[in-house]
């Protein structure tokens, strides 16, 4: 069965950056995602399209179809107020925007009452490169496709 539109899809990986490993998944523990459904990176997602169980593949993704190119304006200064406890240097922490949404952020520097952070995902204007090892291919039930995302075993646990 081939990786398409509504498929389920089990992959190892490996993400290296400038040749650097920053990402893999674990022995036993494959990235399961919806594929079609934005679950992924598109750039994995697209090099993915119509490759089948057992195939190895090297992708390689550019910023703009990986996490996208940095944004200078993303990087913002904060009040030391606005934090509720010890601000650790390169630790991530969350906002809450006006509309509800939750927005992950980095801290750059801490300076007397100033707070540099980064909402710029870490890897953004990066390229990708990926070593990927598709293991399984499959159709999606009726309830992932209603909900976007592949169900497995211990999801949606919480809602029982």
Excluded: C, W
């Amino acid at each position: 069965m081939k990786i398409t539109q509504d498929k389920v899809v089990s992959i190892e990986y490996i993400l290296k950056v400038e040749g650097q490993i920053e990402d893999q998944s674990e022995p036993g523990d494959p990235l399961v995602y919806l594929h079609g459904h934005n679950n992924i990176i598109p750039g994995l997602e697209d090099q993915l399209d119509g490759h089948e169980a057992g195939d190895k593949l090297n992708v390689t993704v550019s910023p703009e179809d990986g996490y996208g190119e940095r944004d200078d304006e993303n990087v913002q200064v904060l009040p030391r107020a606005d934090f509720d406890d010890d601000i650790e240097v390169g630790a991530s922490y969350f906002a809450q925007s006006d509309d509800g949404s939750v927005n992950p952020f980095t801290v750059v520097s801490v300076s007397g009452d100033d707070v540099t952070v980064d909402f710029n995902p870490p890897l953004a204007g990066k390229t990708l490169n990926f070593e990927a090892t598709v293991l399984e291919v499959r159709d999606a039930t009726a309830e992932e496709l209603d909900h976007g995302h592949p169900h497995g075993e211990g999801m949606h646990d919480d809602e029982e």
